[in-house]
Each structure stands twice: as C-alpha cells, then as structure tokens.
C-alpha cells in the first residue's frame, strides 16, 4: 500500500526549514524533489566508477558504460519500449526541438498543416511556429473552454463562435478553432499535443482524438509531450499511438540535465541526425562522416551519464511505488484540494482555474486570489513554507486566454500530503488580511 | 512579511501619479514577459539651466544649445502589475522629479531596493525594477 509518510522519508530535502517554518514543496510541476536513492546513484558514480562511455577499454569505462545501457533499459522498460527507441536529451524541450529539426524540417512542407492545442506549454509551442514560419506551413491550434478543456467542435465556444478564428502575422499563418474542424480536410500532417497540462492539469482525451486524426490524415506523425504526463500515471508508448514523445528526467524524480525523446524505430531510422559530433558517427573520413545506429546518432557528444544513472534510479523508486498507486494518491490530493478550494471561491476568496472532473485532470491546480496579484500571493506563502509557482506556467497564450496576466499554480506529487493541503488553504486565507 | 512594509502597502493601495497625461513629451511601455506585469509611462521633461551640470558623456538626454539640462519635470503611469512593482513605480514617479539622464542611471537597481526599504528578494527584482526600466528606455529613445 502507498505510505505518503514512508515515501516523504526517503526525501531529505523534505526536512528544510523555510523561513522558519517546514516546507510544503507545491512546485513539482516545475521540477521534482529527488530521494535518497537518487542523489546517491549519482555520488557511487562518480566517487567510484567516473569515467567516459562506449570509449575505453578500462574496467571504469565499461561499468560506466554498462550502467548507461541499464539506466537506458529501464526508462524503455517503464513507458514499454524498446532500448534502441529511447533517446537521452537534456529536457523535454531538447527531445521536442529534436522532432522539430530533424523529423519536420525534411517532412513539413507549406501546403501541409501542423496541429497542436492551446494548451501547449511553450516548448510544444514554439518550436512549431518556428517550423510553420519556415516551411509556410499553417500552424492549428485547437482551442480551450472555460474549463480548459479541449474544443471538439468550434460551436462549442462558449463565444458562440461558429468559424474558425484566422490570424495571419510575423508571416506565420494560425487557424485557432475545433478539433473536428481543424483536422477534416486531412491536411495535417503533425500532431503534436500535450498529455496532461502543467498549468490547468488537463488531461485530453487523446486516445479518442488519435483515433480521429488516423481517420482523416492516415500518415499523420503524433508528437505527444508527456512531461506532465510520464511522472504521474502509466504510460505504455506500444497502446498510446503516438510517433514520438518527450518528457524530462528531473520532473519524475530524477536529476535536473535529464531528457527523454521515445521515438517508433521506424521513423527514427529515417530521421537525419539533429547534432553533430563525438559518439554519433559511424565511420569519419576528411570529406564526411556516416551515422550511428539508434539512439547514438542522436545522442553527439558526451552525455550527463551521472544524470542518467541517476534518472535510472529514479525510474527503480517510481516503478517500486507502482503507477498506479501514484496516479491514485495525486488524484486522493486533487479531490481534496479541489472540494477545499471550491470552497474558498464560494466565499469569494480565490478564482479556481481547470476541469472541475478530477479524471480529466492531473495533478496542477491554478487558482487566483481575488484581488492580489499572483506574484504577491506567491510571496506571502513562501513567507510560510509554501512554494508554489507564479506567472505564466511557460504557457503565456493559455494563461492570458483567462483574462488574467498569471495564475498562482500549486501541483502535487507522490511526496505531498492532506495536511499540506488544509495548510496551503490555512494560508491563502492570511493572504487578503496583508493587502487590506 | 520583510516585503511587504506599511510604505509598499500604501503605495500599492494609493498609488501616486497614477493615470494619463494629456501632452506628453515621451510615452513608453515596459513589460515583464514572464509574468505578464507591464506598464505604461510618459513624461514631461523641461531644460534646466540653472546649477547647470555637466553634459551627459553621451550627449543623449541634455540639450546644449542653451547649456541646459533635460530633467524629468512630470511623471503620469498606468499598468498592471504585482504590489512590488506597482508600490516602485509610485514611488519612482514622485523621486525621479528633477532628475537628469545621469541622476537617473545613477540611481540604479541599489537605488530602487532602498526606496522599497533596503530588502528585495531576488525573485522579485523585475518586479521592482519593471518601472525604472521603462524610464532609463526613454532616455535612450530621446
């Protein structure tokens, strides 16, 4: 059985004192804590097999190398993939410029169209409008309602819109509308959507929409950012449907300079190297070069292998949680902060931002204070121990789209508790008394 | 609540020189990307020839003709933003009155810290400085 105090145990930042008081780590979202298990993977690495991979022949070079593969397996063995398939970066942003380099430069051509919804986080944003400037692609996004959720028809707006929303600027075409809308005349040939948002927790239904896009763009490639998603529930790459996902090592536990890009080995092997250099070659002569097999030819240069070592370990401590009670205690924490936090709204404290239905959310919860600036609340609460986020979430189109400049955001992992709850409610309360 | 002095809440609660002049002599807008904060400042300046100082290096923002000194006569703002970064640019519209080009980069970061009452915390410097930022801006456009 999951045992929040056990799991807390095995964190030792866990017991720091901020500003006098015990910290309530409500950021992991942004970036998780690490266990003990973590942290020392990455200490035995490098006070006792420190030494360059897949180069020498010395016993260091090999247990160093060896520990690679094994970190390698596992994460392939947590999403069901396999070895080859999986491609280490530095983040979830690196594994997403990746596809955008080196699938969509040679794939995306001006007459096709790249889809992605409102509420990407700017890593999947970016990148794609960059892509679209580039090509002449038209770049479509699909829009949120009131709750956040994904519009499945344009007439479901709660604007009552019934076209889709055309802006042509910084040559960068962007068609902003309904799912069905966007996808019926088969033009789109990227997908590239979010699993669970970081700032509304949104989960989308994503199975129901690969299913549609299959039907209407049978070659459609399906990029889909996990970052929120890998960490939180069980993810299968083999029943997902998606060509691609990215995700980053330091939000599931493991170290900051962590990444993962799963791609399906057959679009992988077509795919040209993204970066060039050391490690993904095949053979070097003075006019050119050829390539590694997968996942070298993605992975130029050295990698961070104590950080790999340590994502592996991370990897160990979440598959011995199991998913699936990880997924059930963050959505224990989520029925119970939502229920308090509706509450606080009815009394016309705080504006609570996201679906209201707990199975279509993960775990991030955006909330305002009614008249106090996001940064400001922030502020206070640290003042008490409490980190949580202000501003944008990286998602700045999201965000502004609620009529607010930002959003405070509290988001809960396997460390987090009840208590910590009834105490972040404890203290927006003091929040308004500051300010009047 | 090191941040958040009597002198914060004040200004934030009232903040001076709040709204929109009629003629300017220059506007600008500043803007924190991250958190959505921005703000909108315009100005009045007049040429000074009394105590006159010496010309800024540059010859940005002094008008030699007459061997006068441009200064900030009048400061009017509007924007959203956090109690930091609205309780600053209150302040600021009421200390930069009579300052030139030089008083004004003179001030610096260390300046705002201490007129918000000598404690910042660093996440919160672009809040602080979100004002002060767009007045060096418009010395530089002049």
Known sequence: MFDVDKVRADFPILKRKIHGHDLV??????????????????????????????????????????????????????????????????????????????????????????????????????????????TGAELRIIDVDGEGKLVMRTQELKNSRTQDEVLTENGLKVRLGGFEGLIADGKVKLFAVTGASNVLGTIPDLAGMLTAIKRKAQNATVVVDASQMVPHMKVDVKTLGADFIAFSGHKMLGPTGTGVLWGKKEVLSKMRPFLFGGDMIGEVIITGATWADLPSRFEAGTPDIAGII??????????????DNVRHHEKDLMVYALKKMVELQDEELVTVYGPKDVEERGGALAFNVIGVHPHDAAQILDNFGIAVRSGQHCAAPLVTGFGVPAMVRATFYVYNTKKEIDYLVDKIREIPKIFT | MSDYKDIIIDHYKNPRNFGEMDRADISMDESNASCGDMIQIQVKTETRT???????????????????????????????????????ASMLSEKI??????????????????????????????????????????????
């Open chain 1, 310 to 323: 340590g994502l592996g370990a991370a990897v160990d401590y979440l598959e011995g949680l199991g998913m």
């Open chain 1, 25 to 134: 780590y409500l950021d992991s979202g942004a970036t998780s804590q690490k266990p003990e298990s973590v942290i020392k993977a990455m200490d035995d690495y490098y006070r006792n097999t420190n030494a360059n991979i897949h180069r020498g022949v010395y016993e260091l070079s090999v247990e160093s190398t060896r520990l690679v593969d094994e970190a390698r397996k596992k994460v392939a063995d947590f999403i069901g993939a396999r070895t080859e398939e999986v491609i280490f970066t530095r983040n979830a942003s690196e594994s997403l410029n990746l596809v955008m380099y080196s699938w969509g430069r040679d794939n995306i051509k001006k007459e096709d169209a790249v889809l992605i919804s409102k509420l990407e986080h700017h890593s999947n944003l970016v990148p794609w409008q960059e892509l679209c400037r580039e």
């Open chain 2, 50 to 88: 009394d105590g006159v100082r010496l010309p800024h290096p540059d010859g940005i923002g002094v008008r030699n003709d007459e061997g006068g000194d441009l200064v900030i006569k009048e400061m009017k703002w509007r924007g959203v933003g956090c109690a930091i970064s609205t309780a600053a």
């Open chain 2, 97 to 142: 009155v009579g300052m030139n080009r030089e008083d004004l980069e003179k001030f610096g970061e260390a300046g705002i810290v201490e007129m918000l009452g000598g404690e910042v915390n660093v996440g919160r410097m672009k809040c602080a400085t979100l004002a002060y930022r767009g007045l060096l801006k418009i010395f530089n456009n002049e």
